[in-house]
């Protein structure tokens, strides 16, 4: 098979990329590198320098198939930077992945998976877990602007037969468990990471964002789900929309407080995390967890790394023997 990986020098992207290569693959990655890292682009995979935005050159390579699926990892995705800068969120995301869509659906792909976030669940607290089919209430313009790319799929599917898979990711984490490929988001904002660079003294100690969330420790609750369990998921589904549309939630269905992550990498490193409380962060919810159960219903995926420690461990040991990322 033959896939177009855009976003394949990210995080979650190179992950997924990796996957397919090595159940033997073949796979082509767009990425501008603008948060990505030409050293996480795995070997093997055909690298193309292209910005979405750039309409003539996405049109150029999707027009090099045929693809057997696209897979769109691209984005910008800073829950805190979209509510600082709304309108470059709404039209960034929007207008890269139409060109995507738009290129796609005139080349006759068939298949397209689409890189959805957690984030469409933001806007009102409600009880955990959150179905796949709850009520979508953006809590940022990141998640509003993912929300109308689901739209534009739906209408890419009515209008010209392209199927599509939107997974709503909740907090992707850790690292291939080989130790090929890892997180290095720069800036990095997410907690795991965060917390690991300040217990191995590489940052200042961590912001704790909010001690009063109506959640059982004050701090807010999320549902990690680790990054080979997403790239699995991917395969899963690629396989199954050849004739339909579908749209998942991606977690590990359990949640963790922030103060539990902190005890987490305390537990693995056997150090501790200097850390501070701060005041909340806009935009963030008080929890997230997901109910997987349609994709485990309707695909068998669910995740195999369910222990907190292990995901953890596995972003711990990456960065340990990486401790500049990308850069070493
Ligand atoms: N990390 C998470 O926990 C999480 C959760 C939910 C959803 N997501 C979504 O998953 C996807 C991947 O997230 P990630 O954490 O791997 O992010 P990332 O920043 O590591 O990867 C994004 C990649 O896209 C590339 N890119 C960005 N804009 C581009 C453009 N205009 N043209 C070409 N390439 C471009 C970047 O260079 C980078 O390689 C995103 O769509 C994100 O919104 C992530
Ligand atoms: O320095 C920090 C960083 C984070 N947090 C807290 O840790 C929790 C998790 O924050 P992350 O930034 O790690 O993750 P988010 O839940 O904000 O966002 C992630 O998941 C979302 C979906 O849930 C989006 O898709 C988004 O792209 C992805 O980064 C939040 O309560 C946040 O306030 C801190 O206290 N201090």
């Not at 005139?106 to 806007?123: M, P």
């Not at 537990?267 to 349609?294: H, I, K, M, N, Y």
Request: hydrophobic share 40%.
């Amino acid at each position: 098979m033959r896939y177009l990986v855009t976003g394949g020098a990210g995080f979650i992207g190179s992950h997924v990329a990796l996957t397919l290569l090595d159940a033997g693959h073949d796979v082509v990655i767009l990425d501008n590198l603008s948060t990505g890292h030409r050293k996480a682009i795995p070997s093997g995979a055909q690298f193309e320098h292209i910005d979405l935005v750039d309409s003539s050159a996405v049109d150029r390579l999707v027009a090099q198939g045929p693809w057997d699926a696209v897979l769109h990892f691209a984005a910008i995705s800073l829950v805190g930077a979209s509510m600082a800068e709304p309108y470059h969120y709404l039209r960034q995301n929007t207008l890269t992945s139409l060109n995507l869509i738009d290129a796609c659906t005139k080349y006759g792909v068939k298949r397209f998976v689409f890189s959805s976030t957690a984030a469409l669940f933001g806007g009102v607290d409600r009880l955990p877990p959150i179905p796949d089919n709850a009520l979508v209430d953006p809590g940022s313009p990141y998640g509003e602007s993912k929300f109308f790319v689901e739209r534009a799929l739906l209408w890419a599917d009515r209008i010209h037969g392209m199927k599509h898979a939107c997974l709503r990711y909740f907090n992707a984490a850790g690292s291939d468990i080989s130790g090929r490929l890892g997180e290095d988001h720069r800036p990095e904002t997410h907690l795991i990471p965060l917390a690991i660079d300040a217990m191995l003294g590489r940052r200042p100690p961590l912001k704790l964002f909010g001690h009063d969330y109506p959640t059982p420790d004050g701090t807010c609750i999320r549902d990690y789900i680790h990054v080979a369990d997403l790239a699995d998921a991917h395969i899963s589904v690629i396989d199954q929309i050849c004739d339909r549309s579908v749209t998942y939630n991606l977690g590990n269905g359990k949640g963790y407080s922030n103060l539990e992550i902190i005890q987490s990498v305390e537990r693995v490193s056997g150090r501790s995390v200097p850390w501070e409380w701060a005041a909340r962060r806009e935009g963030d919810p008080s929890v997230l967890t997901a109910d997987f159960s349609r994709i485990h219903q309707e695909t068998g995926w669910q995740p195999k790394i369910n222990d907190i420690d292990t995901i953890v461990g596995s972003a711990l040991r990456w960065r340990e023997n990486h401790p500049n990322g990308y850069s070493d």
